[in-house]
C-alpha cells in the first residue's frame, strides 16, 4: 500500500496524458478504477536495493521515486497484483519509465488547469469528489455528465489521439453516452446499451434494479446484470 497520496486532480492528469490507459495490462481504465503506480516501488526508497535499481534502469542517482517521473495509472487490480513488486531492467519497463519522464511536464500543467478550474466552479469541484468517490446514485447521473464535459474540455489538447472525440470513462460501470431533458442514455462494459430514470424529483422505484440499484434499463432488462423485469 503506497503511502504518499495524490489528489483527484493529480490522478485525472496522469491517467488522462499517459492515455487513459493501464500501463500493466495496456487495457481502457475507467478513472474510478484507476491507481496511480510507483513504477520502481516506493518501498525501495533509502534501501540499498535501490542504486542498483536506477543503475539497471540507467536513471541517474537523483530519481526522486515520488515524482511524476516514476507514476503511471493502473486498474486497481492490476496495481494490486504487482504491489511493492520490483521489475527487472527491461526495454519494455525501461520504455515506460522514459515516457513519464518526458510527459512530466505535461501532467504538472493539466495539475494546473484543473485546480485553477476547481477553485473557480463549485459544480466542477463537487463532481471531482464525486468521482473520487467511485458513487453514483440517481440524483448523481446529471452532475456525472456535467463533470464528464467539464472534463473532456480541459483534458481536451492532452489525449492520445484516438481518444480525442470519445466520451471520458470517469466509471466502469455506466458511461454516459447521450444526454438530453427527456433522457439519458448510458452503456455498459459489456455493449448493453439503456435508458436511465427521466431526470427530476419523484422517479418511481420501479425504475431502480432489484441488484444493482441505480442503473439502465434496455427494453425490460437491467444492462448491468441481466435481470429481466417481472412486469
Not at 95 to 105: L, M, S
Not at 126 to 141: F, R, S, T, V
Not at 142 to 167: C, F, G, M, V, W
Request: negative net charge; proline residues 5%.
Amino acid at each position: 500500500m503506497s503511502k504518499q497520496k495524490l489528489s483527484t486532480a493529480q490522478r485525472q492528469a496522469i491517467w488522462t496524458i499517459h492515455g487513459e490507459r493501464c500501463y500493466l495490462c495496456h487495457q481502457l481504465c475507467a478513472f474510478s478504477d484507476t491507481e496511480i503506480d510507483h513504477v520502481i516501488p516506493e518501498r525501495l526508497a533509502g534501501t540499498d536495493e535501490l542504486p542498483q535499481t536506477l543503475e539497471a534502469l540507467g536513471l541517474d542517482a537523483a530519481f526522486n521515486l515520488l515524482s511524476y517521473e516514476n507514476f503511471l495509472p493502473s486498474h486497481r487490480s492490476c496495481n494490486r497484483r504487482k504491489s511493492g513488486h520490483a521489475f527487472k531492467a527491461s526495454p519494455i519497463i525501461q520504455h515506460e519509465i522514459e515516457r513519464a519522464i518526458e510527459k512530466k511536464t505535461l501532467v504538472e500543467e493539466l495539475i494546473e488547469k484543473t485546480d485553477k478550474r476547481r477553485k473557480k466552479d463549485k459544480v466542477f469541484a463537487d463532481a471531482l469528489i464525486l468521482i473520487e468517490a467511485g458513487e453514483i446514485d440517481e440524483k448523481d447521473i446529471k452532475l456525472l455528465h456535467e463533470a464528464e464535459l467539464s472534463l473532456r474540455e480541459i483534458n481536451a489538447p492532452y489525449r492520445e489521439p484516438d481518444r480525442t472525440d470519445q466520451p471520458l470513462m470517469l466509471t466502469p460501470q455506466l458511461q454516459i453516452i447521450h444526454q438530453d431533458q427527456y433522457r439519458t442514455i448510458v452503456q455498459h462494459p459489456s455493449g448493453r446499451v439503456g435508458h436511465t430514470a427521466p431526470a427530476g424529483k419523484g422517479s418511481h422505484w420501479n425504475w431502480n434494479c432489484p441488484n444493482c440499484g441505480v442503473t439502465g434499463w434496455s427494453g425490460a432488462m437491467c444492462i448491468q446484470c441481466g435481470m429481466m423485469s417481472d412486469d
